[in-house]
């Protein structure tokens, strides 16, 4: 019973989640109180993310990484990544005068990995632990963390550039957070979880598999910032997820095989 809990969980996530945006939209709208933008954007950008994260997270197998570690990696990876990215692509944009898409997604990329790296060690020197899945719902955190944050912004851009209209917030936070989960949050968890893979088994195949897998995230990145239009998006989305739920089962499996730790043991950072 606790384990189909577990498993459903995300649904709760997303349902409760998207009651409370409608409830909040609908006071917005009703009393025009500005007060009320801010819940809007932080809903708007995290419902969808976070309901992802929760269904990665069931879906890792017998081991858990725990809340904190989720939490660390979702704030501090999401504020530390998109401050890094934004002055380095800004740095760049200063001295370039142009900065290609693909410049942006391999800084971004990069970004991303600072905290799930920083997780790594400390995971590492606290319990030894070097499961792949571990790595792959800690990058799905960070990820998640970076793309409500951009969304935010994009939001209250949209919020500025409209002078106040609410309809182009709310088509702005619907596109960016339903195409999250194929997005950041999907190519940071593929990266993460090929580099803690690669802690795992150190081989010169896991490290050719890392590289591939960051270059193929940094890849899908470019396309997307790049392409426009429906159908690219939707043949990105499949490609990301495809590859993301790919690498969870097969990660799992590892997992479920490997006695690292007492079954159930729960870590703490």
Same mark, same amino acid.
């Given at each position: 019973?606790?384990?189909?809990?577990?498993?459903?969980?995300?649904?709760?996530?997303?349902?409760?989640?998207?009651?409370?945006?409608?409830?909040?939209?609908?006071?917005?709208?009703?009393?025009?109180?500005?007060?009320?933008?801010?819940?809007?954007?932080?809903?708007g950008a995290t419902v969808v993310p976070l309901a992802f994260l929760t269904f990665a997270q069931a879906r890792t197998g017998?081991?858990?990484?725990?809340?904190?570690?989720?939490?660390?990696?979702?704030?501090?990876?999401?504020?530390?990544?998109?401050?890094?990215?934004?002055?380095?692509?800004?740095?760049?944009?200063?001295?370039?005068?142009? %900065?290609?898409?693909?410049?942006?997604?391999?800084?971004?990329?990069?970004?991303?990995?600072?905290?799930?790296?920083?997780?790594?060690?400390?995971?590492?020197?606290?319990?030894?632990?070097?499961?792949?899945?571990?790595?792959?719902?800690?990058?799905?955190?960070?990820?998640?963390?970076?793309?409500?944050?951009?969304?935010?912004?994009?939001?209250?851009?949209? %919020?500025?550039?409209?002078?106040?209209?609410?309809?182009?917030?709310?088509?702005?936070?619907?596109?960016?957070?339903?195409?999250?989960?194929?997005?950041?949050?999907?190519?940071?968890?593929?990266?993460?979880?090929?580099?803690?893979?690669?802690?795992?088994?150190?081989?010169?195949?896991?490290?050719?598999?890392?590289?591939?897998?960051?270059?193929?995230?940094?890849?899908?990145?470019?396309?997307?910032?790049?392409?426009?239009?429906?159908?690219?998006?939707?043949?990105?989305?499949?490609?990301?997820?495809?590859?993301?739920?790919?690498?969870?089962?097969?990660?799992?499996?590892?997992?479920?095989?490997?006695?690292?730790?007492?079954?159930?043991?729960?870590?703490?950072?």
């Open positions: 019973m606790r384990d189909l809990s577990r498993r459903w969980a995300w649904l709760g996530v997303l349902v409760i989640g998207l009651a409370l945006y409608v409830v909040v939209l609908r006071t917005l709208v009703r009393t025009q109180n500005p007060n009320f933008v801010p819940s809007l954007l932080l809903l017998r081991w858990q990484v725990p809340a904190s570690a989720l939490v660390t990696a979702a704030f501090f990876g999401g504020v530390i990544g998109v401050v890094v990215a934004g002055t380095l692509e800004y740095d760049a944009l200063r001295g370039l005068g142009a %900065l290609p898409m693909l410049f942006v997604a391999l800084i971004e990329e990069t970004a991303k990995m600072i905290v799930p790296v920083i997780l790594l060690f400390i995971l590492l020197a606290r319990h030894g632990r070097r499961l792949p899945s571990d790595g792959l719902v800690i990058g799905v955190a960070s990820g998640m963390g970076f793309a409500a944050l951009e969304t935010m912004g994009y939001g209250f851009s949209a %919020l500025l550039s409209s002078q106040g209209n609410i309809g182009s917030v709310q088509e702005t936070l619907f596109v960016r957070g339903l195409t999250a989960p194929a997005g950041h949050t999907a190519w940071t968890g593929l990266t993460c979880g090929a580099l803690w893979a690669l802690v795992a088994s150190p081989t010169g195949k896991k490290v050719l598999a890392f590289i591939g897998t960051f270059a193929g995230a940094v890849a899908m990145h470019t396309a997307w910032d790049t392409f426009s239009g429906v159908i690219p998006f939707i043949i990105l989305a499949i490609l990301s997820l495809g590859w993301l739920f790919a690498a969870l089962h097969r990660y799992r499996a590892f997992a479920e095989h490997t006695q690292w730790a007492p079954r159930g043991e729960a870590l703490a950072i």
